[in-house]
C-alpha cells in the first residue's frame, strides 16, 4: 500500500483509497507531519475497510468486462460488427432527430468509458463493451455523444439537450452504472 500525501488550500484533512488500492491524504498547506501521521493512524480500521471494497468493485468491475471476450482478432472484429449494427440504426435516427452529422465513428474496445466525443474532429468512438448493457443504456451513449457535437461540456445546457431528445437519460445512466457493479438480476 502507497500513502501519497498532497498539500492543499483546504481547512482540513481527507483521504481517499484510489483504483489500485493506494491511500491518497490531502492535507492543509503548513499542516505537520506529525498531525497527518496522526490522522493516518487513526483511520487505520477505515482504511483496511475501504480498501477492501475498492479492490471488490474492482473485481465486479473485471468480472463484468470479462463477459465479452475481447483477447483475440476475431472476437474483436465479430464483437466491432455487431455493435455497429447496433449503434448505426441509432446515428441514422439521431442525427436527424438533433441535427448533427460525425465526421466518422469508430469502435474500441474501451473499458474506461462507453463513448468519446472529440469535438474537434467532431468524431465519435463507441466501445464495443456496449454489447453488454440493454438497448436502452446503449441509445442513451448514442445521444449523449451526439450531444457534445453541439455542447462540448457537461453543463445545464448540455442536460437540457439530453432532456429535449433522450427524456429518460438519467434512468439509463442508473442503471448502466447498476449493472456494472453487478446488481442487475438476470432472469
Not at 466518422?104 to 466501445?127: A, D, H, L, Q, T
Amino acid at each position: 500500500m502507497i500513502i501519497q500525501l498532497t498539500y492543499r488550500r483546504t481547512g482540513r484533512l481527507s483521504m481517499r483509497i484510489v483504483k489500485n488500492g493506494d491511500v491518497h491524504v490531502f492535507a492543509p498547506i503548513g499542516m505537520s507531519k506529525e498531525e497527518i501521521e496522526a490522522f493516518i493512524s487513526q483511520h487505520q480500521e477505515w482504511i483496511v475497510e475501504a480498501r477492501k471494497k475498492t479492490a471488490e468493485r474492482q473485481k465486479q468491475r473485471i468480472d463484468f468486462f470479462n463477459q465479452l471476450p475481447l483477447t483475440t482478432k476475431p472476437q474483436k472484429v465479430e464483437a466491432t460488427e455487431k455493435v455497429r449494427a447496433l449503434i448505426e440504426p441509432l446515428i441514422e435516427h439521431y442525427t436527424e432527430v438533433i441535427g448533427v452529422i460525425p465526421s466518422f465513428i469508430r469502435y474500441k474496445p474501451m473499458i474506461s468509458r462507453w463513448g468519446m466525443c472529440n469535438v474537434k474532429e467532431r468524431s465519435i468512438c463507441f466501445s464495443t463493451y456496449l454489447l453488454l448493457l440493454p438497448n436502452r443504456c446503449v441509445e442513451h451513449v448514442v445521444v449523449h455523444e451526439l450531444c457534445h457535437l453541439l455542447e462540448p461540456s457537461h453543463n445545464v445546457r448540455f442536460h437540457a439537450l439530453m432532456d429535449k431528445y433522450y427524456p429518460k437519460w438519467r434512468d439509463a445512466r442508473k442503471e448502466t452504472r447498476r449493472i456494472v457493479k453487478g446488481e442487475h438480476v438476470c432472469k
